[in-house]
Nanobody
Framework: VQLQASGGGLVQAGGFLRLSCAAS????????MGWFRQAPGKEREFVAA????????AVANSVKGRFFISRVNAKNTVYLQMNSLKSEDTAVYYC?????????????????WGQGTLVTVSS
């Protein structure tokens, strides 16, 4: 599956953005989807993931209550709604996919990756 992330940009602290990730090439509903992020000089870290049917999600503690993941299988798209953004949310955000029945929380759990979209939060 090919993944194309979009929606990043520059936003002030306290603002919001919605990232999108469009999938093509395979049956989208067969994939657990995730979002990861990588800040300069840091390891890529888990942000959120969603089950194939969208009935179960996982969110990192650092963004819980502010970020929300969703998907529309009919549109082959997964979203990351990011609210109350903080300067520490500044990173390149990557969408990812895995063909498995359960949600993975590690980057090693995912087989497919998009190119990343940069989110910059100014304080």
């Amino acid at each position: 599956v090919q993944l194309q992330a979009s929606g990043g940009g520059l936003v002030q602290a306290g603002g919001f953005l919605r990232l999108s990730c469009a999938a093509s090439g395979r049956t989208f509903s067969n994939y657990v989807m995730g979002w990861f992020r990588q800040a300069p000089g840091k390891e890529r870290e888990f942000v959120a993931a969603i089950a194939r049917s969208g009935d179960n999600t996982a969110v990192a503690n650092s963004v819980k209550g502010r970020f929300f993941i969703s998907r529309v299988n009919a549109k082959n798209t997964v979203y990351l709604q990011m609210n109350s953004l903080k300067s520490e949310d500044t990173a390149v955000y990557y969408c990812s996919g895995r063909m498995s029945g359960w949600i993975g929380l590690s980057r090693d759990d995912y087989d497919y990756w998009g190119q990343g979209t940069l989110v910059t939060v100014s304080s």
